[in-house]
T-cell receptor, first 116, second 111 residues
Framework: NAGVMQNPRHLVRRRGQEARLRCSPMKGHSHVYWYRQLPEEGLKFMVYLQKENIIDESGMPKERFSAEFPKEGPSILRIQQVVRGDSAAYFC??????????????FGPGTRLTVT | LAKTTQPISMDSYEGQEVNITCSHNNIATNDYITWYQQFPSQGPRFIIQGYKTKVTNEVASLFIPADRKSSTLSLPRVSLSDTAVYYCLVGDEDNFNKFYFGSGTKLNVKP
């Protein structure tokens, strides 16, 4: 049973370009969470999605950032017109259910975005 | 508004028992307490989860007092490979969809 998969593992973008980060949850999991981790800092919640629905995006910047989790395919975190401050590790996690308040989330290896 | 509070860092030596405490004064009635471990350049890894009293697995023990306003992760006989950042995660009584990781405790195990 494959774990949470993220790709690419490393992504380099120039300022102003777009970054697309992909996350495939564990088999059978229908809930996906995205986190951002700046160097030497803790994880910060960005967005929580179920299939075809955004449940909570309160941690995601209002501009330039968007996320989706289509019925088929991976979840996508999209950052438009990247700036140097977007350089960070972006982690995706999945869980089989999100309403139990039992927060056992399985994390992927992360995508390290570098904006030059 | 911070939902959890942990020590920023701790030092220990191989073979010692390490206890890391997390404060979570606003924990909701139905919330569980979950601890994660994170090595550099890796995603967090689930360690243990509990609701009250004591939970033990092959990796760690979790102690939760009756008021549940704090929890203590106990790592028995640590080794160098236990050097990592440890996070506690609890729910938000105002909005359970907002998952707050603590600031994390950086554990440094010395030989």
């Amino acid at each position: 049973n494959a774990g949470v998969m993220q790709n690419p593992r490393h992504l380099v973008r120039r300022r102003g370009q777009e970054a697309r980060l992909r996350c495939s949850p564990m088999k059978g999991h229908s809930h996906v969470y995205w986190y951002r981790q700046l160097p030497e800092e803790g994880l910060k919640f960005m967005v929580y999605l179920q299939k075809e629905n955004i449940i909570d995006e309160s941690g995601m910047p209002k501009e330039r950032f968007s996320a989706e989790f289509p019925k088929e395919g991976p979840s996508i975190l999209r950052i438009q017109q990247v700036v140097r401050g977007d350089s960070a590790a972006y982690f995706c996690a999945s869980s089989p259910q999100g309403t139990s308040r039992s927060y056992e989330q399985y994390f992927g290896p992360g995508t390290r975005l570098t904006v030059t | 508004l911070a939902k959890t509070t942990q020590p920023i860092s701790m030092d220990s030596y191989e073979g010692q028992e390490v206890n890391i405490t997390c404060s979570h004064n606003n924990i909701a009635t139905n919330d569980y307490i979950t601890w994660y471990q994170q090595f550099p350049s890796q995603g967090p890894r689930f360690i243990i989860q509990g609701y009250k009293t004591k939970v033990t697995n092959e990796v760690a023990s979790l102690f939760i007092p009756a008021d549940r306003k704090s929890s203590t992760l106990s790592l028995p006989r640590v080794s160098l490979s236990d050097t990592a950042v440890y996070y506690c995660l609890v729910g938000d009584e105002d909005n359970f969809n907002k998952f707050y990781f603590g600031s994390g405790t950086k554990l440094n195990v010395k030989p």
